[in-house]
């Protein structure tokens, strides 16, 4: 993919929820790149009573399933909630064979640090051209039989819909139906625009033209910096977008330099770096 075009940025916007923002800010400081946090995205346990209870529900028969994919970091870490102990390599004593599929290596990473053996999970590979669903199909549409089932597990938005970049899981989900194996989704947290004040504000308005690169991991993040900013001008704003998906939402909403990348730091830095 190609990377940011025009000049090197003044800094990265880092689009991400807080505790991932503040993470990537640092790292990209480590490779003496300027990085600034501004969430377009506030990631939340659900709270209505019926999504609660359907993630409980997953939870208690997680056993029963062939595989479990996970959407992202976030997926794992509230699926997988300290209070709410989830089995995945014996139940009853009796070992169990169940996959956690990783669409890329940060998800894996989560699955991990989770406790889920690193045997038993499955993503795409590490020279894949991208890190999403089609790639991690390529590893693991052989593992399923017949009568198998799958369950996915992602957030939902504002407490209810999926995000946009949820197509690939719908794509994800006939593949898996092709292979004569059924399909579940659970919700296992919930994403929120998040709130900006007066400050926030003056930032995202400056970065719109002062050369500044907005790293977009999420088209919904595309979406909600839109809502936030209405009839502002993109047209000389740069973008980083880690899919082609999320590239294509940044140039609907009117950015007029878009590059893409893979989502890891290492491509996010190589990309940046180039453009110099």
Known sequence: MHTVPAAAPSRVIVTRPAREAARWVRDLAGHGIAAVALPLIAIGPCTAPEAIAALQAARDRAHTYRALMFVSGNAVAFFFDSKHPVALVAVGGKA?????????????????????????????????????????????????APGDRVLIVRGQSGGTAEAPEGTGRDWLARQIESAGASVDFVAAYQRLPAVWNASDIALARQAAHDGSVWLFSSSEA????????????????????????IAE??????????????????????SIESAA
Request: charged letters at 15%; a neutral charge; proline letters at 8%.
């Open 249 to 270: 939402a940044a140039r609907a909403a009117g950015f007029g330099h878009v590059g893409g990348c893979r989502p890891s730091l290492e491509d996010v830095v190589a």
């Open 222 to 245: 595309v979406t909600h910096l839109a809502a936030t900013l209405p009839g502002q001008d993109w047209a000389h704003a740069r973008a980083l977008a880690t899919h082609p998906r």
């Open 96 to 144: 169990i064979k169940i996959r956690a599929w990783a669409p890329g290596p940060a998800t894996a990473h989560a699955l991990a640090h989770a406790g889920v053996p690193q045997a038993l999970i499955d993503g795409p590979a590490h020279d894949a051209p991208q890190f999403d669903s089609e790639a991690l199909w390529k590893q693991v549409g052989g593992q399923l």
